[in-house]
């Protein structure tokens, strides 16, 4: 199984100021024939579903704020705020799709200093 | 609008059975893979089980291996989940999850029922 590291497990940032969690999976993710890195981001708001952010590591699902950007290839990968909102107090959770069993990062949890 | 609406959540004792059914709509059903991801109170996500368009390919976490079976009936726009010899350790929320991409089992969830708890307790 590929195993899926998030860190920090919680950060605690300014409003306006960057947020930047950390992915690291046990192996590559890279499909290298298409040339793309099977991992998603999703965000968690307390009490809420999880909602899809990002996908194929760096694209923005539809609807998504572009202060949210995702970056990396192979094993280590990085989720950024840009400039954190108070609605993006959340659980946040990496996701690899490259093969079966799917999984989840740990999830770091985000909150307003 | 896509929706997805679990039934069949509830307390059961330990070594019990449940099924649980996720009715879908809004969008052609056998076209997409789904899946069932769960989320014990507290803690993180934990994918349990996915399956192909045609139902003819499924998977499962180890953790569930040889206890829950994952089938679906595209005529009904509904997808199932049976789960046996049920352990303290199943209880979470489940949730029923669409593969995001057509045909594609291995894609990531971009809808998510609203869920439904199994509490496994004597």
């Known amino acids: 199984d590929i195993v899926m590291t998030q860190s920090p497990d919680s950060l605690a940032v300014s409003l306006g100021e960057r947020a930047t969690i950390n992915c690291k999976s046990s192996q590559s993710v890279l499909y290298s024939s298409h040339n793309k890195n099977y991992l998603a981001w999703y965000q968690q708001k307390p009490g809420q579903t999880p909602n899809l952010l990002i996908y194929?590591?760096?694209t923005r699902e539809s609807g998504v704020p572009d202060r949210f950007s995702g970056s990396g290839s192979g094993t280590d990968f990085t989720l950024t705020i840009s400039s954190l909102q108070a609605e993006d107090v959340a659980v946040y959770y990496c996701?690899?799709?490259?093969?079966?069993?799917?999984?989840f990062g740990g999830g770091t949890r985000v909150e307003i200093k | 609008e896509v929706q997805l609406l679990e039934s069949g959540g509830g307390l059961v004792q330990p070594g019990g059975s449940l099924s649980l059914s996720c009715a879908a709509s809004?969008?052609?059903?056998?076209?997409?893979?789904m899946n069932w991801v769960r989320q014990a109170p507290g803690k993180g996500l934990e994918w349990v089980s996915g399956?192909?368009?045609?139902?003819?390919?499924?998977y499962y976490a180890d953790s569930v291996k040889g206890r829950f079976s994952i089938s679906r009936d595209n005529s009904k726009n509904t997808l199932y989940l049976q789960m046996n010899n049920l352990r303290v350790d199943d209880t979470a929320m489940y949730y029923c999850?669409?593969?995001?991409?057509?045909?594609?089992?291995?894609?990531?969830?971009?809808?998510w029922g609203q869920g439904t708890l199994i509490t496994v307790s004597s």
């Open positions: 999850a669409r593969a995001g991409i057509e045909v594609i089992t291995t894609a990531p969830v971009d809808y």
């Open positions: 399956i192909s368009v045609s139902g003819s390919s499924t």
């Open positions: 809004g969008f052609t059903f056998s076209d997409y893979a």
């Open positions: 996701q690899q799709y490259y093969t079966t069993p799917l999984t």
């Open positions: 194929w590591a760096s």
